[in-house]
């Protein structure tokens, strides 16, 4: 596979009251062993993107990749994380990010998003373009596929742009949308995610209503 994946970790949790978020318990496991069992199977590679204590997330046998980028600089800063891990990947052409506290989100997340690169139409390809996830209740940049070969246009923007917001940056690239739907009546938003106590109790509450 030519698409390593990368779940992004590294905020501050400050709606969670602190302390990391992936690690809160959902269903009796940490929230972020739930996106890990989603996202592995997708990928050739995954890592996760956490700026903690590497300790704290030994225990899940991956790469642990802090910010390169300096100051908590938001997702942004995971994803040019992520994209220089995977440049020395060989064969590694993207990456596929996931939030660590959207533990919905489809199982064909990255197949779907792959389909808009054009690769399966033989010179069609679009080697710089940007696919991001879209869903009734609207954007998710932080649910991406990012090529490799934007790392230093990322880089330099980060050492030089007054926004760091994800969809600046995106803007100035090739970039599109593919559409996600709940799974069916009464399903959350697949990107359904939980930054306050109140939507982990929600989420607890999807979680035991799925089959």
Do not use: C
Request: without cysteine; hydrophobic residues 45%.
């Amino acid at each position: 596979m030519t698409i390593a994946g990368l779940v992004l970790s590294g905020g501050l949790s400050r709606r969670m009251g602190g302390g990391e978020k992936a690690l809160r318990g959902l269903g009796g496991r940490p929230m972020i062993a739930h996106v890990i069992d989603r996202l592995a199977p997708q990928v050739g590679a995954i890592a996760i993107n956490a700026n903690a204590d590497p300790a704290l997330y030994a225990g899940f046998g991956l790469p642990i990749l802090p910010d390169i980028h300096p100051g908590h600089a938001g997702p942004l800063a995971g994803v040019l994380t992520g994209l220089d891990w995977a440049a020395k990947l060989p064969g590694i052409t993207h990456i596929a990010s996931a939030a660590t506290d959207t533990p919905f989100f489809p199982r064909d997340l990255v197949a779907r998003m792959a389909q808009d690169l054009g690769q399966d139409l033989p010179g069609d390809t679009a080697p710089g373009r940007i696919v991001l996830a879209r869903s009734p209740q609207g954007r998710h940049p932080v649910f991406g596929l990012w090529p490799v070969s934007l790392r230093d246009d990322l880089a330099y923007w980060l050492a030089h742009s007054e926004t760091m917001k994800v969809l600046a940056w995106t803007d100035r690239h090739d970039t599109v949308f593919a559409d996600f739907a709940p799974e069916g009546p009464g399903a959350p938003d697949p990107f359904f995610n939980t930054n306050t106590p109140e939507d982990l109790a929600l989420a607890e509450t999807y979680l035991e209503a799925r089959p």
